[in-house]
C-alpha cells in the first residue's frame, strides 16, 4: 500500500525547467508572479504610451483646427468648441494607439527576457536587464539595418541597466527578490507537501500493520 504513495516532486533545479514552470498555473490555477507582473507592465505601459503619445497629439490638433477654422461659420460657440475636441480627439486615438502599442510591447518584450533569465539563471542581476535592453532594442530597430541593430541594442543597454537597477533596489527594499521570493515559496510548499506524504504513508504502515495481525490472529489462536 506504501508503494501507491508518490513522493512530491522536489522544486525545479534545471533552468528549462523553471522556464516552464513560468508559463503554468499552480494548484490553484493561479499563474506565477512573475508572469503577472509582465501582464501588468505591460498594460501599464500601454496607458502610459497612449497618453505620452496622444496628449500631445490631442491639443496640437486642436491648436491647428482652431488656426484653421476662422473663416469657417458655426451654429454657435458650443459648436465651434466641439468641433475642435473632436479634432483633437481623432489625433489623440490615433497617435496615442502608435505610441501605446510600441511601448506596450517594448515593455513585455523586455520584461519577459530579464525574467525569463533571472529564472533560468535563478539569480537576479544588472546583466539580465542589460541583456533584455540589448535584445528588446535591437528587434525594435532590425528592420533598419546593422546600423539600427547596433542603435538600438546601446538604447536598449542605456534603458535597461537604470530599470533594472532601480527595480533590484525596490526589491531589496521590499526584503526579498522575486527569486527569492520564489524559492522560498517553493521551498516551503515542497516542505509542506513532504511532510503530509510522510504523515500519510504512517497512516499506511500503522493500517498495514493492523491488518496482517488482524488476518494472523486466527492462525494464531488455531
Known amino acids: 500500500m506504501a508503494e501507491g504513495l508518490g513522493r512530491p516532486a522536489p522544486p525545479p533545479q534545471r533552468g528549462w525547467e523553471r ?3 513560468l508559463w503554468q ?9 512573475e508572469t503577472v ?3 501588468k507592465s505591460a498594460f501599464s505601459g500601454g496607458v502610459i504610451g497612449w ?3 496622444g496628449l500631445p497629439a490631442f491639443r496640437h490638433a486642436r491648436k491647428e483646427f482652431i ?3 476662422h473663416g469657417e461659420l458655426f451654429q454657435n460657440r458650443v459648436d465651434a468648441v466641439q468641433s475642435a475636441h473632436r479634432a483633437g480627439l481623432r489625433s489623440f486615438i490615433r497617435y496615442g494607439w502608435r505610441w501605446s502599442w510600441r511601448v506596450a510591447a517594448f515593455v513585455a518584450i523586455f520584461n519577459t527576457v530579464s525574467t525569463g533569465l533571472s529564472v533560468y539563471r535563478n539569480k ?3 546583466s539580465n536587464f542589460a541583456a533584455a535592453g540589448a535584445f528588446t ?3 525594435f530597430r532590425i528592420h533598419l539595418g546593422l546600423h539600427g541593430l547596433a542603435g538600438g541594442s546601446v538604447f536598449g543597454i542605456v534603458f535597461g541597466i537604470p530599470a533594472g537597477g532601480l527595480l533590484m533596489v525596490m526589491q531589496k527594499l521590499a526584503g526579498e527578490t522575486l527569486q527569492e521570493k520564489r524559492n522560498r515559496e517553493r521551498r516551503e510548499l515542497y516542505e509542506q507537501k513532504l511532510a503530509e506524504w510522510q504523515s500519510r504513508l504512517d497512516v499506511t504502515e500503522v493500517l498495514g500493520q ?3 495481525n488482524a488476518q494472523g490472529g486466527p492462525w494464531r489462536e488455531r
Open 19 to 21: 522556464l516552464r514552470e
Open 124 to 126: 537576479t542581476t544588472i
Open 210 to 212: 493492523t491488518e496482517g
Open 51 to 53: 497618453v505620452y503619445g
Open 37 to 39: 507582473n509582465i501582464i
Open 137 to 139: 532594442g535591437a528587434l
Open 25 to 33: 498555473r499552480d494548484e490553484r490555477q493561479q499563474f506565477p508572479e
Open 67 to 69: 488656426a484653421r477654422s
